[in-house]
């Protein structure tokens, strides 16, 4: 009976130590969902539209990484068609930023709409990012273009009339940063235009060589595919 009673005491025992560690387990988890939650909502993306006044301020968030807005801005009427970013676009390790957007004014004025995404990288392949912009403005109207990678100017430029450029700049990328985008648009009265912008990585040179050397190759396989049937 001694004997029975041991067995018992020694295996109630292990159960409360296995539950103990299954609690354990399941404490993890949920701090773990917790913190993915958390960093979730922190890089979500966000779109500020600013006239200098304080009352007309508009801020937008998405976790979808896409954001857009229509309406009226004080003096500005302005159309978000799409700011778009990962995972709708590229993703961390593979970072992209396209714009769409028009406006028009009848009274003039500043306004400044900045795009931002936290949680990019790492990415340890890209050598530096290049920006393909187009679009057109009417009026005297003028609209700068600048892109920030972990808060450090990338490349700026200011267009007018009917504008195509492309931006591209070398940069050695932390292991996470944010990508922040910035148009401001100057307007004298009657005036507006749209801009198009679209930020994709450019891969080391060793990642080009790589490529090539590949290419390369393509003729040397074909050749011994043919040989061999």
């Known amino acids: 009976m001694k004997t029975n009673s041991s067995t018992k005491l020694s295996l109630i025992k292990k159960e409360v130590k296995t539950m103990k560690r299954f609690s354990g387990i399941m404490i993890m988890m ?29 801020t937008i968030t998405s976790s979808t990484g896409i954001v857009s807005y229509t309406g009226a801005i004080g003096s500005f009427y302005f159309t978000m068609n799409g700011a778009v970013t990962k995972d709708a676009l590229g993703s961390a390790t593979d970072p992209m930023m396209s714009v769409t957007s028009h406006f028009n004014t009848t009274k003039g004025g500043t306004l400044t709409v900045t795009i931002s995404e936290d949680g990019f990288g790492p990415t340890p392949s890209i ?19 600048a892109t920030y990678i972990n808060g450090t100017l990338l490349y700026t430029g200011t267009y007018g009339g009917s504008f195509s450029d492309i931006q591209s700049s070398a940069f050695s990328t932390p292991d996470t940063y944010p990508i922040t985008e910035v148009l401001k648009i100057s307007a004298p009265g009657n005036s507006g235009g749209s801009i198009d912008a ?25 050749k011994k595919f043919r040989s061999n049937s």
């Open 127 to 145: 050598g530096g990012f290049m920006n393909s912009l187009g679009g057109s403005t009417y009026g005297n109207a003028t609209i700068s273009d």
């Open 30 to 58: 949920v701090a773990v969902l917790l913190l993915m939650a958390n960093v979730q909502s922190a890089n979500a993306l966000t779109m500020t539209l600013d006239d200098g006044v304080a009352a007309d301020l508009v």
């Open 198 to 222: 679209n930020m994709q990585p450019v891969p080391e040179p060793s990642t080009f060589l790589l490529l090539g050397l590949g290419l390369c190759g393509v003729p040397f396989l074909r």
